[in-house]
């Protein structure tokens, strides 16, 4: 449902920071499985995995590729 992704994308846009590394990787899979694009929501993303790298374990980085 789109207007539940962007619901969710508006929420996500703020809190990116605190997510964890699973939810950052999750949330980005999910967009990138359903071909959704947002790329303020992905900019957030690629901030967060450049600055938190270490934490990101194996899988998590398999599911933001």
């Known amino acids: 449902d789109e207007e539940l992704f962007k619901c969710v994308s508006e929420a996500a846009k703020n809190n990116i920071p605190d997510f964890s590394p699973r939810a950052t990787a999750n949330i980005a899979w999910a967009y990138a499985a ?3 694009k947002d ?3 992905f900019k957030g993303f690629s901030t967060a995995v450049k600055n938190g790298i270490q934490d990101f374990n194996s899988q998590d980085i398999a599911n933001i590729a």
């Open 34 to 36: 359903l071909r959704i």
């Open 39 to 41: 790329i303020e929501l």
